[in-house]
Structure formats: structure tokens, C-alpha cells
């Protein structure tokens, strides 16, 4: 059965940083993709970043780019998203999800065949 599991959220100040985890176990890290995304409830799903299975290749997509870093453990099997410089807009609650569709195709409806419950992610002074 596969679980994903996602952890270090929490409150930070605007410019400070945050690591997320995401435990993924029933999958390989070297099988499947994992991608990081983030939702509001006045906002829909946003793809932020995500490591390739196969040369842990990271992508980044609009708020991430240049201020998030995706990296993987595949020995623990924990993906992690470094979270730099944070503002109030970043405040959301973050998933992971597994796919072995492309990492460029995060924005599809359909991306992710198993999704985390989330960890939520507050900026505030």
C-alpha cells in the first residue's frame, strides 16, 4: 500500500524558512516521481516543483522557482522541499504526491496517482 506522509510544517516569519518532508512508503523513489504542491482554500492546486525518478532531475514552477529546493533521500525515502525567503502568499497547505507521469506535466489535472494529507504552512510576524 502506498502512503505518502508530509511533515515540517508550521509557522514561520515573512523571510524565513521552512523544510518539508514527504515519507513515501510502498513506492520507490527511483519508480515513481514526487511532486510538491500547494492549495488555499481560495486558490486551486498549485504545482510548485518536482524530482525525476530516474537522474533526480528538480523542477520548478512560478512561486518556487529561485526560492524552493526539491531534493530526495532515496536510501530513507523522503523527498524534502526547501523553503527560503517565505511571505504571507506562500501560507497554503503543502502535498506531496507520486506519479510516473513526466515531471513537466505536473499542471495536468490527473498528475499524481497517490497524494499526502498535507502539512500546513502559516507566515505571519
Known amino acids: 500500500q502506498v502512503r505518502l506522509v508530509e511533515s515540517g510544517g508550521g509557522l514561520a516569519q515573512p523571510g524565513g524558512s521552512l523544510r518539508l518532508s514527504c515519507a513515501a512508503s510502498g513506492l520507490s523513489l527511483t519508480e515513481y516521481n514526487i511532486g510538491w504542491f500547494r492549495q488555499t482554500p481560495q486558490t486551486e492546486r498549485e504545482g510548485l516543483s518536482c524530482?525525476?525518478?530516474?537522474?533526480?532531475?528538480?523542477t520548478y514552477f512560478g512561486s518556487a522557482v529561485g526560492r524552493f529546493t526539491i531534493s530526495k533521500d532515496s536510501n530513507k525515502n523522503i523527498v524534502y522541499l526547501q523553503m527560503n525567503d517565505l511571505k504571507p502568499d506562500d501560507a497554503a497547505t503543502y502535498s506531496c504526491?507520486?506519479?510516473?507521469?513526466?515531471?513537466?506535466?505536473?499542471?495536468?489535472?490527473?498528475?499524481?496517482?497517490?497524494w499526502g494529507h498535507g502539512t500546513q504552512v502559516t507566515v505571519s510576524s
Open positions: 524530482i525525476s525518478r530516474h537522474d533526480s532531475k528538480p
Open positions: 504526491a507520486a506519479d510516473q507521469k513526466p515531471c513537466d506535466r505536473i499542471w495536468d489535472w490527473n498528475w499524481g496517482t497517490s
